[in-house]
């Protein structure tokens, strides 16, 4: 009877008969050294990148709110008075008033087209034509907006504009788009919702492919189809998705500036002014930096407010599977 004896790992026999242990050799200090210190190496022109130009301009702006400065004299300190000037300015009220209107009408006509785009596509289309109209109408957000704009600028001048030629061809009277308050403030909002619903559609695109098609099988049975399907399937499942699209979609409406500044230059009058708008004109037209910082800083402070309610919120509005 053969008994078997183990041998220790890392050891082995040479045919002569030798035993030779295999030694797993250790990294050096130095190499232990260069293990840690890697990942950092690599990190670096991002870190400083972002600490540059993202994180030393917050902090410069953030202490530039609390001095008057106008770049040829030094700055002076007035603390709390720039903040106390752009709470009394008309125009500054004005163009936060238009923000906040242009973020409710914006954001509903972009978020409810891209829902609605993205259930057509998602389920009467085959596959190969996803493909297309996702690329389409994602299109318009690589282009840039002043160039979009200017080109819409000319689509809806009331003079020799193609929107209003069309019209004419139906018995339309010549509408002037970009000279009346009503009409220049559509106008800013078709084109800024035609060039940024396709991010938002896309968000929705991918919320949709992750429903179970279980799902929607077991809700058939119990009898829901067409719009009830879509009401008490597809919108509380997709509410995660619409956190996550409602959320980026007001933050950049909040900072909207080169549709309103190409198409209109904030007017007629102030009806089309933003709030980035004001802190554009403050800074480089009038060079009152402390308060453009100023007026930053409390834009800022409403779009932290404002995400931080729609968190709050989406803990009674958003169902996870």
Not at 130 to 157: E, Q
Request: hydrophobic content about 55%; glycine content about 8%; overall charge positive.
């Amino acid at each position: 009877m053969s008994t078997a004896t183990s041998t220790p790992t890392g050891t082995g026999k040479r045919p002569g008969g030798r035993q030779v242990t295999h030694r797993h050799s250790q990294p050096s200090k130095h190499g232990r050294v260069q293990q840690r210190w890697l990942p950092w190496a690599f990190l670096a022109p991002t870190i400083v990148g972002m600490g540059i130009f993202t994180l030393l301009p917050i902090v410069a702006s953030l202490a530039l709110a609390f001095f008057r400065w106008d770049i040829i004299s030094a700055p002076t300190f007035v603390g709390f008075d720039n903040f106390a000037e752009v709470v009394q300015d008309p125009t500054v009220r004005v163009s936060f008033l238009n923000t906040i209107v242009f973020v409710i009408v914006a954001v509903a006509l972009q978020l409810g087209l891209a829902l609605g785009l993205a259930i057509m596509v998602q389920e009467k289309l085959p596959a190969w034509l996803r493909v297309f109209f996702r690329s389409a109408f994602f299109f318009p957000l690589i282009l840039s907006a002043a160039s979009v704009s200017i080109f819409m600028r000319y689509l809806f001048n009331e003079q020799f504009g193609v929107v209003n030629w069309l019209l004419s061809l139906v018995g339309v009277p010549a509408v002037p788009w970009l000279t009346t308050p009503g009409g220049s403030a559509a106008v800013v909002i078709l084109v800024y919702v035609w060039q940024n619903f396709g991010f938002s559609f896309l968000l929705f695109i991918g919320g949709l492919a992750s429903i179970p098609v279980e799902t929607y099988e077991a809700a058939s049975i119990d009898g829901a189809t067409g719009w009830r399907k879509h009401f008490y399937v597809t919108l509380p499942l997709l509410s995660p998705t619409t956190l996550v699209a409602s959320v980026m979609a007001i933050i950049n409406a909040l900072q909207v500036f080169d549709q309103p500044y190409v198409l209109t230059r904030g007017g007629p009058g102030d009806s089309t002014r933003t709030a980035v708008m004001v802190i554009f004109e403050s800074a480089f037209q009038r060079l009152e930096f402390g308060q453009a910082s100023a007026i930053g800083v409390i834009l800022t402070l409403i779009i932290m407010a404002i995400t931080a309610a729609q968190f709050r919120l989406s803990k009674r509005f958003v169902f996870y599977q």
